[in-house]
């Protein structure tokens, strides 16, 4: 079956929901296909940090009623090191906030908000291909979810569909350049019901390795422990996950694990990656699928925002005016946010875990960072203004 639209959209995560939703707002009429079903992207447990400037684009375009009365605002962090605490105020130092909320339940917040609207999200598709993309008439061609051929011929075409997509790979090799870092370690994630061991997020260094406390909900606990990069999820029984968290949580003041049912647990590798440049002809990447960050900052679902908002305002512009300055600007406009935001989360990463490679000389110099960062109100505020979120492009 043939079809058309303005820009067909390859991936139902956040980039491609929000980039559709905020097409939509402009008049902009668009197609998603996903290669999931609904029920799973709406359960895939990732990220829970949104940004001031996410929780605002969230609000402004209708999305902020659920967010508001079940997120979770938090005014700082706690960095722990050498046994002790110490709390980056977000507040006092950047004037601005962040909101825990489930990246799965923004996600549903945007599935919803797009069908109500008359969205046309293809869930289920198989065989995915896109074609023709420096043609003047791109298409996507798949299978849908009863196993029929179809083919959208589209103005222009969003690569939405992650890291492991199918668009990045259709920029020819000569044309696209890759950077890469791949850590020594991955982190293990597990969601438990048990109340959050703190009411504000702690990042600890020690060391036996990285430990993360954060939450989904005041009964819900969401908690990362830095692992070896070749770890089987099989290899940490729930006991040794408690065990080693406790562990890592020693010293004064000791925050207070309480152990619950584990409800998810996976382990995910850590990178930072970044494909050059973000558009090739008629396609634009977004999000994942142009690059990856270290969860330490906190900054993927974040980024992913902030390209499809330069995007989509880039596309506002072409059809209402026939400007494509916005859209020839995409790329470069984009890879500014993402270098600074890749510098601040391979930062957070390297002074927060243990590298098996480097010395106790290594280990002492990240106790001095830390030490500095937590007393010196520049180097404090340095932090909070990229944990918050730098100004949006
Ligand atoms: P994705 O969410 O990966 O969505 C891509 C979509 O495309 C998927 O639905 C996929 O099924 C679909 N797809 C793939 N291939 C195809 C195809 N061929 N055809 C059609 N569809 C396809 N970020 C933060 O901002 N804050 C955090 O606190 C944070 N913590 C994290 C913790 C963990 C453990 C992990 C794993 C990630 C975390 N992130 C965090 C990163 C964040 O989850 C990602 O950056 C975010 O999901 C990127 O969104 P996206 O829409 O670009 O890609
Ligand atoms: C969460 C994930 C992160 O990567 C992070 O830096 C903070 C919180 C979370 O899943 O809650």
Known sequence: ????????????????????HLLHRAGIDSVIVEVRERAYVEQRIRA?????????????????????RQGLLHHGIFLRFGGRSRRIDFNELAGKSVMVYGQHEVVKDLIAARLAAGGDIRFGASEVEVEGVTTA????????ADGVAQEIACDYIAGCDGFHGICRPLIPSDVLRIYERVYPFSWL?????????????????????FALVSMRSPTISRLYLQCSAGDDVAEWSDERFWNELRARLGGEDVPDVVEGPVLQKGITPMRSFVAEPMRWGSLFLAGDAAHIVPPTGAKGMNLAVSDVRVLAAAFAEHYANGSDAGLDAYSETC?????????FSWWMTSMLH??????????????GELDYVTSSHAAAQTLAENYVGLPMN
């Open 137 to 144: 008439r791109p298409s996507i061609r798949f299978r849908d």
């Open 335 to 343: 890879l500014r946010r993402v270098w600074k935001t890749q510098r």
């Open 189 to 209: 994630g597990i969601l438990a019901e048990s109340p959050p061991v703190s009411e504000e997020l702690i990042y600890t260094n020690h060391e036996r390795g």
């Open 48 to 68: 829970g940090v949104l940004e001031q400037g996410t929780v605002d684009i969230l609000e402004e375009t209708g999305l902020g009623e659920r967010m508001h």
């Open 354 to 367: 243990r590298f098996p490679e480097r010395s106790e000389f290594d280990a002492r110099l990240q106790l």
């Open 1 to 20: 079956m043939k079809s058309s639209t303005q820009v067909g959209i390859v991936g139902a995560g956040p980039a491609g929901l929000l980039l559709s």
